[in-house]
Structures are given as structure tokens and as C-alpha cells.
């Protein structure tokens, strides 16, 4: 175990599909595609980042019996353990105390080596891991969840696939959601590589856990004191600084939206797409929901203007959450104008 050839290893993600969206397009009033990152084996876009970590860390060592540790209970984690599996490697993840058994039981179903919690913080559980169990283990890989130049070229991958998809012609704009950045990272460094500097990037972030409009309004990279968002995924407290400065650059928009818009993102596509992907991935849906609120972020945004949504997906979803967000939530969907010919506008509570 932890020995097969360069040549003979799998690719831990997949190429997703790019779905242009009737139902989101009319709502949004410019074309939609949607970037299918929810279709990865980990059910997250993280399989193209943390996989070509773990594959640059095998190719580094091909005959050392490594064994891969995150501290991440939500995608991250869930992706180093399923690219793990498909690498034939073991992967142990330590989580704190407060994790969901919704999601101990993933990373165990998953094929997770160990799932150790410990700790009353994510703070306590990484400091475990770092200075006890890495400690010990010669062969062991930490794996960082977003800052890190291999997870986010892994990630930037995605970009080579929607310029085939979309026969070389550049978006208008590429939308995507901001935890700590590596997705951000990932989908610069793609456009960048593909001739596409000239796209324009929506970062979106929930209050709080908005650690990168944060780090801009201070000018500066900042610490969030705490998450107080209920999209869990994209809690982290500080950006990497490698989003921070892409962020800064001239065709980077910061967008900032409520966790009640981010579930009405999630369970609006559910009916109009059907597809369930959780709050962190659903604020960037919710961009389409808001009415005017592409074409004013997007200067010059017509109604064959093409827009992509990275659909980052997330495993923290279930049928009952969806449930539940539509009912604390659907209060406010009365005011969102979709019009008639957008399903999720006709079948949504006007209370």
C-alpha cells in the first residue's frame, strides 16, 4: 500500500459538466451556466484541489507508505479521504467535538482510516493533529484545506475545462463562493493561464463570514473574531493572502449576501434545477435571484451576456435542511422578483 507507480495513478476528480440554466437565466435576465463541482467524487470542487495535493505529495515520495491527515469535518476533509481511497493511500481526519454526526458519518462511509474528535474548536482539533497524532506518524501528510499553491492549482483546473466547454469564448463573468479562498485562487490562476485575465470575478461571501470583504474594507488581511453564518463551509476566520491580494486587483467584486438569501440560492435551485448543494454554494446562486443584481455587479451585462456559476457543491445538504431553510426563510422570497416562467418563483411560499 502506498507504493503504486507514477504512471498508474488515478486522477482523484472528474470533468464536470457545464449546464447552461433556462430556469436561472430567466430569473438572472443574462445566460447562465452553471459548473457542475456538486458531480466531483467528494460532492465538492475540493477533489480537484486537495487531490493534486495528495498526488504531488506521492509523486514526491512514490515509495514512502504515506498517510494523509486533515482536520477539516466538512469538504475538505471529505475530499482528502475519498481522493485518498482512489489513490489506494489511508487518510485519517481529527475534527472537534461540535462536528455534525451528519458528517462523522460521511467521512466514515466515505473510507475514512480514523475519524478522531477532539477539541471544542476547529483552533483545538488542528493543534491535535499538528502536535500529537502528526508527531508521531514519519510518513504522515498534513493537508491544509485551502492554503496551499497545489490545492489551488488543482482547483484552477476547472477553468481549462469551461473554456472547451464554452468553445474558447470568455464568460462575461465567473461567479464563485469564498471560504478561505482556494476556490478564488484556483479560478485566478486558471484565467490567467487560459488568456482570460480580462474576465470578471464575483467573490461571494455570507455576513458573517465575510473574512475577505473584511480583510478589503481594512485594507489589510484581518482575523474574524467569530463565524456567526450559518454556511458553515465557508467559515474561515482569515483569508489566505493569496485570495486577499487577487481580490484586490481591478476585476475582482466583492459581493456580500445574508445566509436567509444564501438558503433561498439552495433550495430555489433545488426546484428549478434539481440539485441540492448547501448555504456556502448557495450564495453564489443567489446572485441570479436578486433582482439586478448581476447587471449591476457586471457593467455592460446584456441579456445574451454569459455569466458561469461555479456550483462548488458542499455535503452539508439534505432534504430535511432544505426543508427546513425554506420554511424559516420563505418569508422573504415575496419580495424577489423571478416572474412566472422561473418554477422556483411559482412554487415558492409568498408568506
Not at 443574462?30 to 456538486?38: A, G, S, T
Not at 477532539?118 to 497524532?133: K, M, N, P, Q, T
Not at 481591478?250 to 434545477?273: F, K, P
Amino acid at each position: 500500500m502506498g507504493s503504486m507507480p507514477e504512471r498508474e495513478l488515478p486522477q482523484p476528480w472528474i470533468e464536470t459538466p457545464l449546464i447552461e440554466s433556462a430556469a436561472l437565466s430567466k430569473a438572472a435576465g443574462c445566460r447562465i451556466f452553471l459548473k457542475l463541482e456538486n458531480l466531483q467524487p467528494s460532492g465538492s470542487f475540493k477533489s480537484r484541489g486537495i487531490g493534486n495535493l495528495l498526488l504531488s505529495s506521492i509523486r514526491a515520495r512514490p515509495t514512502s507508505p504515506l498517510h494523509f491527515y486533515s482536520s477539516s469535518g466538512g469538504n475538505a476533509g471529505l475530499a482528502c479521504v475519498t481522493a485518498a481511497r482512489s489513490l489506494a493511500y489511508p487518510a485519517t481526519v481529527v475534527v472537534p467535538l461540535s462536528t455534525t454526526a451528519f458528517m462523522i458519518a460521511k467521512l466514515r462511509a466515505a473510507g475514512a482510516t480514523a475519524v478522531v474528535q477532539v477539541g471544542a474548536s476547529w483552533a483545538e482539533a488542528d493543534a491535535h493533529l499538528r502536535d500529537h497524532v502528526l508527531a508521531r506518524d514519519p510518513h504522515g501528510v498534513y493537508v491544509p484545506p485551502f492554503d496551499h499553491p497545489a490545492v489551488w492549482t488543482g482547483a484552477s483546473s476547472m477553468v481549462r475545462e469551461v473554456r472547451a466547454q464554452l468553445g474558447g469564448v470568455a464568460p462575461d463573468a465567473v461567479v464563485c463562493s469564498v471560504g478561505g479562498g482556494g476556490l478564488l485562487c484556483g479560478v485566478m490562476e486558471g484565467l490567467r493561464r487560459e488568456g482570460w485575465g480580462g474576465v470578471r470575478v464575483l467573490a461571494c461571501e455570507t455576513e458573517g463570514a465575510a473574512s475577505l470583504r473584511g480583510s478589503l474594507d481594512a485594507g489589510e488581511l484581518v482575523t474574524l473574531e467569530a463565524i456567526t453564518s450559518e454556511a458553515s463551509s465557508l467559515g474561515a476566520k482569515r483569508v489566505a493572502r493569496r485570495a486577499f491580494e487577487y481580490a484586490c486587483e481591478e476585476g475582482v467584486r466583492s459581493v456580500v449576501l445574508s445566509d436567509a438569501q444564501a438558503a433561498r440560492g439552495c433550495w430555489r435551485l433545488a426546484d428549478d434545477e434539481r440539485l441540492m448543494v448547501e448555504m456556502a454554494c448557495g450564495v453564489s446562486v443567489a446572485v441570479c435571484y436578486e433582482e439586478g443584481l448581476l447587471r449591476g455587479l457586471v457593467p455592460g451585462l446584456g441579456e445574451e451576456g454569459r455569466v458561469v456559476i461555479v456550483l462548488c457543491g458542499g455535503s452539508h445538504v439534505s432534504l430535511e435542511m432544505l426543508m427546513g431553510w425554506r420554511e424559516r426563510f420563505g418569508g422573504v422570497e415575496a419580495v424577489v422578483d423571478g416572474g412566472e416562467d422561473v418554477p422556483s418563483w411559482v412554487t415558492a411560499p409568498k408568506g
